[in-house]
């Protein structure tokens, strides 16, 4: 017996009479307006959020991993930028840089100590304003059990209305260079660069 498929389209039509086809939005929901932020309690969109590192190997390759989904709240005062705080723990058992050998390698002592360590977090101490959409955010970070101060040159990337759940989002892109001996992960140093450059894009949900 021949079977056919009828399109989804064709059934529509047949029941309604005519075809309804959803249309896709003109714009994306998100602007880099700062008329569309409220500000007020955010938590991070884990979907969206990642530190990317990179790293010097043996000064031929510039090589890059990424740690995703970490959580962490942000409080954003829209009327004195400089009390807005921001705090966000990242799971190291999410690190990965393509190479399995090397993810496994990373989760032992010469680096992260995953088994002791499982976590690193970045708690800010001061938020410095830089023109219309930018700050210098101070803060510490801990990896390793190791805590350093460190400033994320910070950038406003954009805002709106997130369609399906109906909340403000708003995200940034934050980048920094720290090294890696500061947090008792020497091990390799010079052949495998001490400077670890990172960005690290970061999206909230308004709460």
Same mark, same amino acid.
């Given at each position: 017996?021949?079977?056919? /498929?009828?399109?989804?389209?064709? $059934?529509?039509?047949?029941?309604?009479?005519?075809?309804?086809?959803?249309?896709?939005?003109?714009?994306?929901?998100?602007?880099?307006? @700062?008329?569309?932020? &409220?500000? #007020?309690?955010?938590?991070?969109?884990?979907?969206? &959020?990642? @530190?990317?590192?990179?790293?010097?190997?043996?000064?031929?390759? !510039?090589?890059?991993?990424?740690?995703?989904? +970490?959580?962490?709240?942000?409080?954003?005062? *829209?009327?004195?930028?400089?009390?807005?705080?921001?705090?966000?723990?990242? +799971?190291?058992? !999410? $690190?990965?840089?393509?190479?399995?050998? /090397?993810?496994?390698?990373?989760?032992?002592?010469?680096?992260?100590?995953?088994?002791?360590?499982?976590?690193? &977090?970045?708690?800010?101490?001061?938020? *410095?304003?830089?023109?219309?959409?930018?700050?210098?955010?101070?803060?510490? $970070?801990?990896? *390793?059990?190791?805590?350093? +101060? @460190?400033?994320? =040159? &910070?950038?406003?990337?954009?805002?709106?209305?997130?369609?399906? !759940?109906?909340?403000?989002?708003?995200?940034?892109?934050?980048?920094?260079?720290?090294?890696?001996? =500061?947090? #008792?992960?020497?091990?390799? @140093?010079?052949?495998?660069?001490?400077?670890?450059?990172?960005?690290?894009?970061?999206?909230?949900?308004?709460?």
């Amino acid at each position: 017996m021949r079977k056919f /498929l009828i399109p989804a389209a064709a $059934l529509l039509a047949f029941a309604g009479g005519t075809a309804l086809v959803a249309q896709m939005p003109t714009a994306a929901p998100g602007a880099k307006d @700062v008329a569309n932020v &409220t500000g #007020g309690s955010y938590k991070i969109d884990p979907g969206h &959020t990642q @530190v990317v590192f990179a790293y010097d190997h043996m000064g031929f390759t !510039n090589n890059m991993g990424v740690i995703a989904e +970490p959580t962490g709240t942000l409080t954003l005062d *829209k009327a004195n930028p400089a009390a807005s705080k921001v705090s966000v723990e990242f +799971p190291i058992a !999410n $690190l990965r840089t393509g190479v399995a050998k /090397l993810d496994e390698h990373l989760m032992k002592a010469d680096f992260f100590d995953a088994a002791k360590f499982p976590t690193a &977090t970045f708690v800010s101490t001061g938020v *410095k304003p830089d023109g219309a959409t930018g700050a210098e955010i101070s803060g510490n $970070l801990t990896i *390793k059990g190791v805590t350093k +101060p @460190v400033t994320l =040159d &910070t950038e406003f990337y954009g805002a709106g209305v997130q369609p399906m !759940n109906k909340k403000e989002n708003i995200g940034f892109i934050a980048t920094t260079t720290i090294k890696r001996s =500061d947090f #008792g992960m020497g091990y390799g @140093v010079p052949m495998v660069g001490d400077a670890i450059e990172l960005k690290i894009i970061a999206g909230f949900e308004k709460q």
